[in-house]
């Protein structure tokens, strides 16, 4: 996801200079040397090394943090003492909230934090903001990514983003809002089918614990919104192999206690998994990311759906995944820096990012984001009795 941001940026003309800030590097110099741009560099960063980051932040516009999302609140502090804007793929909704608490902080250094700006969350958040504007008042916000992968390839479980991360999302209690409340339920739960255009069609998609899941019930509680939930439906192939790797346990983060060993299963799948080379071929897939809310206007039952396939970029030859999780932030941070957002403080996207501009630029990266309405033809009738 990272590479994808930093391709990006250095390929928008309004940015100046970009800096790779890694703990390896010899792939951060690897990744400039691929890009071959002037205005990119490579600097080693260790997020445990607090005065070091924030040295190393001093003097940037903004922070584009996308590391893993347990690391949020230490990029997310160096980057308030830094005097720069942040931004960050996520926080697994809890980690979401203690980011919130921030707030002030941010407020008072003039500075802005945009919570979750990548596709799901990020995108997901700003479909749902235009959704929400078309209704007077909204019951439901349900969001669903549903995934198919045509690649072949001999390696047996390739992730499409941070092993940790998915893990987490395959056996954490993900979160889910209902009757005003916000509820716990069981790790890969709430299975349905859900039918999402083609190539991708028919996909099985369960609650994952996710942020947009934390934000938007407090974003249009004047609304009256009463549901939000989140599903992930990932390719079937790669679902069942994870789903019994996990219930071998290999997703636990608990140590074998071994004489010979402190490693977690966690982390020895995740060390099995790196003996194996990545994929040669170029990626092939593609996915739907889909956003419903139920509201009414006028007195009227309606759905505002906005949904947007996103296929493998060829020109870059990275993930669909990849594409619509790198691209967004690289926008929203150039965004913030021409003075386009001028909100300050801790922020959801959807309170802060303008979704017309925004997806006009996703739609100059083969993401097209569309708009379905339905209103209900049926209104009730009132008759006075004799």
């Known amino acids: 996801m990272g590479q994808v941001i930093v391709r990006d940026l250095s390929e928008s003309e309004p940015v100046k200079s970009v800096v790779i800030a890694d703990f390896d590097k010899v792939k951060a110099e690897g990744l ?67 980011q919130q608490e921030l707030d002030s902080k941010f407020k008072q250094r003039n500075l802005l934090a945009v919570l979750g700006m990548g596709a799901a969350p990020g995108m997901t958040n700003v479909m749902a903001q235009a959704a929400v504007h078309e209704l007077d ?12 992968d045509f690649a072949e390839t001999d390696h047996p479980l390739y992730p499409p983003y941070a092993l940790d991360t998915l893990l987490d999302e395959y056996t954490k209690e993900p979160m889910v809002f209902e009757q005003g409340e916000f509820l716990a339920k069981p790790a890969m739960s709430g299975e349905i089918m859900l039918d999402f255009p083609q190539p991708v069609g028919q996909s099985k998609a369960f609650y994952t614990l996710h942020s947009e899941v934390a934000t938007l019930p407090k974003s249009y509680a004047s609304k009256g919104v009463k549901k939000v939930t989140f599903r992930l439906g990932l390719p079937k192939e790669f679902h069942e192999r994870l789903q019994f790797l996990v219930k071998l346990g290999f997703g636990s983060n608990e140590s074998f206690c071994e004489e010979t060993s402190k490693l977690s299963a966690r ?64 926008i929203v941070a150039q965004m913030i820096a021409l003075g386009q957002i001028k909100e300050r ?26 708009k379905i309405l339905e209103r209900s033809l049926v209104r009730q009738q009132l008759v006075s009795g004799r």
């Open 345 to 370: 403080g801790v922020l959801a996207p959807e309170l802060c990012v303008p979704a017309q501009p925004f997806f006009d630029e996703l739609s100059k990266r083969s993401i097209v984001v569309r």
């Open 137 to 148: 008042t909204v019951e439901s916000i349900d969001i669903a990514v549903g995934c198919i």
């Open 267 to 330: 982390q020895v799948l995740a060390r099995m998994l790196d003996r194996f080379p990545a994929p040669a071929g170029d990626p092939c897939d593609c996915e739907v990311v889909r956003v419903d809310v139920k509201g009414q206007i006028d007195g009227g039952a309606a759905l505002v759906r906005l949904e947007t396939t996103v296929r493998s970029y060829d020109r870059w030859k990275v993930s669909c995944g990849a594409l619509d999780t790198g691209v967004p932030p690289s």
């Open 32 to 98: 400039k040397a691929a890009l071959n741009s002037r205005k990119v560099s490579a600097e080693f960063a260790d997020i445990k090394d607090s005065k070091a980051l924030i040295s190393l932040l001093s003097g940037a516009t903004a922070v584009i943090n996308s590391t893993p999302y347990y690391f949020n609140l230490q990029v997310m502090e160096a980057a308030a003492e830094a005097g720069c804007h942040y931004l960050d793929l996520g926080g697994l909704f809890h980690v979401t909230r203690q």
